[in-house]
Each structure stands twice: as C-alpha cells, then as structure tokens.
C-alpha cells in the first residue's frame, strides 16, 4: 500500500515558476516509479511526466519539455515536479502516482498507475 500527498501548488503568473512535491509512504516506493498527471477543467485526466524507481530513467509529454523537470528522492520518500515557464494552459490539479510493480519503466498510460494522490491546484493568470 502506499499512500501520496501532494502539496506546493498555488497561483503563478505567467512564465513563473512552482515546485511541487509529492510525499509517500510506504515500504516500497523506492522500487516503484512515479508519474505526475494533470486535470483541467472539463478535460481528461493527461500524462505530464514520470520517473524510473532509480531517477536514471524520465519521460515527458510533449508540451512540458525543457519546462518541466520531474525528481525523486528515495531517502525522503519524495517525488518532485519543477514546473518554469508557466503558460496558463498549464493550469489545471496536479496528480501524483505510483506504479505499484516494481522496478517497471516510467509508463505515459495512466493505467499502469495504481495509487493516486489528492491533487494539488496550479492556477496561473495570464
């Protein structure tokens, strides 16, 4: 089982800069990889980037490279999403999830994900 709780989220001005941190527990996070989804209003739940269990291996989608840098720190059992160069189309919750098998690759497909965060709000006015 393992438990996650996303918190730095807020208001930003267009091109500023957030970082979001996703908090676990759990005995196994440190085998697991994580991804961060987002949902705007009125759209579906889409991809923002993932992590391999080690850190060695990141995917991105598309609209948020050289933006958007995701981070792990298994010692603190801590996810995190730096998030430059705000657009307001990057508003939206933010979700952090965990891939409970162990030692997968950094998957796009929210399916492979079995553990999901509350969320946390990114706003960013133009």
């Known amino acids: 089982q393992v438990q996650l709780v996303e918190s730095g989220g807020g208001l930003v001005q267009a091109g500023g800069s957030l970082r979001l941190s996703c908090a676990a527990s759990?005995?196994?996070?440190?085998?697991?990889?994580m991804g961060w989804f987002r949902q705007a209003p009125g759209k579906e739940r889409e991809f923002v980037a993932a992590?391999?269990?080690?850190?060695?291996?990141?995917n991105y989608a598309d609209s948020v490279k050289g933006r958007f840098t995701i981070s792990r720190d298994n010692a603190k059992k801590a996810v995190y999403l730096q998030i430059n160069s705000l657009k307001p189309e990057d508003t939206a919750v933010y979700y952090c999830?965990?891939?409970?098998?162990?030692?997968?690759?950094?998957?796009?497909?929210?399916?492979?994900?079995?553990?999901w965060g509350q969320g946390t709000q990114v706003t960013v006015s133009s």
């Open positions: 992590i391999s269990w080690s850190g060695s291996s990141t």
């Open positions: 999830a965990a891939d409970s098998g162990l030692y997968t690759a950094p998957s796009r497909s929210h399916s492979e994900y079995d553990y």
């Open positions: 759990g005995r196994t996070f440190s085998r697991n990889a």
